[in-house]
């Protein structure tokens, strides 16, 4: 499928392929369960955003994916039952074979994607017509940006000297 | 500053209980309170001075200034609901509400207006609501301004603010000193992460603990899960205990009882609980009419360093465009956000290289909000909350045309301000937005965008109604007392009972009405005895 032919993906279709994505979760049953070391990332949700973190935080030289990861997962740990199904939900779509190539477009395992890859992934869902994607497209790089952003690793580099540092000294004296 | 408020007032013998090691209670209250925000507290205080013993009922945990470190992801996870990622059904507007003693008025930004003339005259006119009146209203507003502080902000506005002052100046447009509840406050710029040094005038440091001085008990880390009720009476409350991190109800479900209960779980969650409890609701009114004043924004880049994520986050505003326009269309009033790295880098758009210059930009650029006064037209009528599968509230908030328009005119007018303030580019928060470089360019950019869903990245702090006021139960679920249409000793005190959006930040029009409302409560009820109402 071309990028024309996905664009042109009908509203049916996408709803199709969400039903679809709904048995993939029940075939995936055997990954539902948190990936070690984590309280709510499966592992197909750390494959997943594993490809994806990089592509969306662009180069920011202290990246590390590990703090991107498991920073993720704590907000999810904090968030609601109906949040993490959603996450889940996308995942589950975009990582199952069945229904990974019709809905992203990415027809390799996503392990195995180069950067300009995931790029235009992003950018089809960013620009797509169907609801669903354009939502997929926001919640994956609100998610990741708003994970990474605020570890403090992330900010020497964007010019945030972070909270004044006398507030600290004052606590602890 | 670190004299801790709470460790001293435990030592004196406040009744403090944090559910997750006990909900065992022996005390036995006339009334109990659900919710410890700006209307559960506020309640409280009033409640417990005149004599009454009062139980207070929190989801959320205790935490104080000593928890506060300003740190945007800890603060998220612990003190919002949902960890600050809640949104309305469709997903289309991110929704911030508090979740823990003091509610809201703990992670607010201290924005203090009265409820604007023109709201109080829509509700006396499409509610029949009498006492909607500046005049009547006046004491109430004058005792909360006076007890929390509430005095314009003294200081030199952040430069985050400032662009608003200097772009409207320039441009001839309104614009004013926001007047903030703080007490030597430090101008740190963190009041949304809990402010660490209780210059912060919340809930959680005056009228909780003045309840708290006058013998009630505050039960935290609790969720109330339904009303029990017969009749036209409510009996009591099933609560339940938070696990350790507040993620999920566990253990014992408690039924505790009292012959007066104060809904105040604030917007969302109150009509959520009447649904979950099937109260009777004849007309099918709970839960509707809930407005959020959906928020859309603007960000510019200066040349000059702004750093935004310092200072007071709120202290001008501009009302040019805040009068209730004859069309569909709404009104909004224009402010700043605070700009800590973690919430602003999803609002910066784009991805990879692109994104990343923006955050690089950060300490050069102005977020700009418009906050749009939902129900002010005969056909505006907001969301609805409903229930999900696990019993969950929800508000399902459709997103129509006049807001798309409002929604174009705002970006437009944000846009004017921060050009004539000496902006450099400035940049619609929208999923296909692009920096411009003139008011022109962002004008023909702004054309060539879709207003629709999930482009427009809305969002909302304020979230109001759902348990709507009015003089018949036909139009709304309260009473002008706050009283349940249907449920005599249920009383509703918070966010929820405006029939509309008020169209300035919330928090003083729920301190004020609610205190009017538990006076008028005290004096009916008489003695201190409410089994004897
Ligand atoms: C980031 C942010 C900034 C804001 N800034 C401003 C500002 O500058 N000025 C302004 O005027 N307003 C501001 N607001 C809004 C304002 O704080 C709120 O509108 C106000 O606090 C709402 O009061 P409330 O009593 O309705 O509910 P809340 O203050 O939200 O309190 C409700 C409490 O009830 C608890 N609760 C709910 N359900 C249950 C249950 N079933 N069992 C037990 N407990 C329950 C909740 O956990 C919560 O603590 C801001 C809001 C946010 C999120
Ligand atoms: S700006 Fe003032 S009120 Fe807000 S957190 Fe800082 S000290 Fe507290």
């Known amino acids: 499928m071309n990028r024309r032919s996905f664009l042109k993906l009908s509203f049916g279709a996408a709803l199709l392929l969400a039903t679809i994505g709904g048995s993939a979760r029940f075939l995936h049953r055997a990954r539902r369960h948190p990936a070690e070391g984590y309280d709510v990332l499966r592992d197909q949700d750390v494959i997943f955003f594993s490809a994806l973190f990089p592509a969306v935080i662009g180069p920011h030289p202290q990246f590390q994916l590990s703090l991107a990861l ?47 890859q995931i790029r235009a992934f992003l950018k089809r869902w960013q620009h797509s017509r169907v609801g669903l ?23 020497h580099n964007i010019g945030y000297p972070g909270p004044p540092e006398f507030l600290t000294r004052l606590r602890e004296s | 500053m670190n004299n801790d408020l709470y460790a001293a007032g435990i030592a004196r013998g406040w009744n403090l209980v944090d559910a997750r090691e006990t909900l065992a209670t022996t005390y036995n209250p006339d009334v109990i309170i659900i919710g410890s925000g700006a209307g559960g507290a506020t309640a409280a205080a009033a409640l417990a001075k005149a004599g009454f013993r009062v139980l207070i009922l929190e989801e959320g945990s205790l ?41 809201t008025t703990t992670v607010n930004w201290t924005s203090s207006f009265r409820t604007p003339n023109s709201t109080l005259a829509y509700w006396r006119e499409q509610f029949g609501i009498a006492t909607a009146q500046s005049e009547h209203l006046k004491p109430y507003f004058e005792r909360v301004e006076q007890r929390l502080n509430i005095e314009r902000w003294a200081a030199s506005p952040n430069a985050n603010n400032a662009v608003i002052q200097r772009g409207c100046e320039q441009l001839g447009w309104h614009w004013d000193v926001i007047p903030r509840n703080v007490q030597g406050c430090w101008n740190l710029g963190y009041c949304g992460t809990g402010c660490p040094t209780n210059a912060k005038q919340s809930m959680l440091v005056t009228h909780i603990p003045e309840a708290l001085e006058h013998g009630a008990q505050l039960i935290h880390s609790v969720r109330v899960q339904q009303l029990t009720w017969a009749n036209d009476q409510v009996t009591g409350v099933i609560c339940q205990a938070m696990d350790a991190h507040l993620h999920h109800t566990r253990g014992e479900l408690m039924h505790l009882q009292a012959p007066l209960v104060i809904l105040a779980g604030g917007a969302i969650n109150s009509p959520g609980l009447l649904l979950r409890s099937q109260t009777p609701d004849p007309h099918r ?24 994520f310092y200072g007071a986050p709120q202290s001008i505003y501009s009302d040019a465009f805040n009068d209730i326009p004859s069309t569909a269309e709404m009104g909004f009033k224009i402010e700043v956000a605070p700009m800590q790295p973690s919430i602003v880098s999803a609002l910066m758009g784009e991805f990879g290289d692109q994104h990343y210059q923006r955050m690089q930009q950060l300490a050069q650029s102005n977020l700009m909000l418009a906050l749009m006064r939902d129900g002010f037209h005969g056909d505006d009528h907001g969301g609805r909350v409903e229930l999900r599968a696990n019993g969950d509230a929800v508000v399902d908030y459709p997103l129509g045309e006049a807001l798309w328009n409002t929604c174009k005119k705002a970006f437009m007018a944000m846009a ?95 301190y004020a009405w609610t205190l009017k409302l538990t006076e008028e409560l005290i004096a009916r009820l008489g003695s201190h005895d409410p089994r004897a109402q």
């Open chain 2, 285 to 308: 009114t709970t839960g509707k009419r809930t407005f959020l004043h959906p928020v859309c924004m603007n960000m510019a880049v200066f040349d000059e360093t702004i750093d935004g």
């Open chain 1, 133 to 155: 994607y354009r939502q997929g497209y926001q919640g994956i790089c609100q998610l990741c940006q708003m994970a990474w952003y605020g570890v403090p690793q992330a900010w």
């Open chain 2, 63 to 103: 935490k104080t200034a000593n928890d506060f470190h300003n740190d945007e992801l800890k603060a998220y996870a612990e003190l919002y609901q949902e960890g600050a990622l809640r949104t309305s059904k469709d997903g289309g507007i991110s929704i911030l509400q508090g979740r823990t003693v003091g509610g």
């Open chain 2, 416 to 510: 004017r301000i921060q050009f004539a303030a000496g902006a450099r580019s400035v940049m619609p928060v929208h999923a296909l937005g692009k920096a411009c470089t003139s008011i022109a360019a962002y004008q023909a950019h702004l054309e060539t965008l879709p207003m629709r869903i999930f482009d427009v990245r809305l969002s909302s702090a304020h979230v109001m109604g759902g348990c709507g006021m009015s003089e018949t139960p036909e139009q709304g679920v309260v009473n002008l007392s706050g009283q349940h249409h249907q449920l005599r000793n249920l009383y509703v005190f918070d966010g929820s009972i405006f029939p509309s959006s008020i169209g300035a930040n919330p928090q003083l029009s729920i």
């Open chain 1, 70 to 116: 498991r920073s993720l997962d704590r907000m999810l740990l904090a968030s609601s039952p109906a949040m993490r199904k959603e996450v889940f939900n996308l995942a589950d779509l975009a990582t199952f074979a069945i229904t990974r190539g019709p809905v992203t477009g990415v027809w390799r395992g996503w392990q195995h994607l180069q950067d300009d």
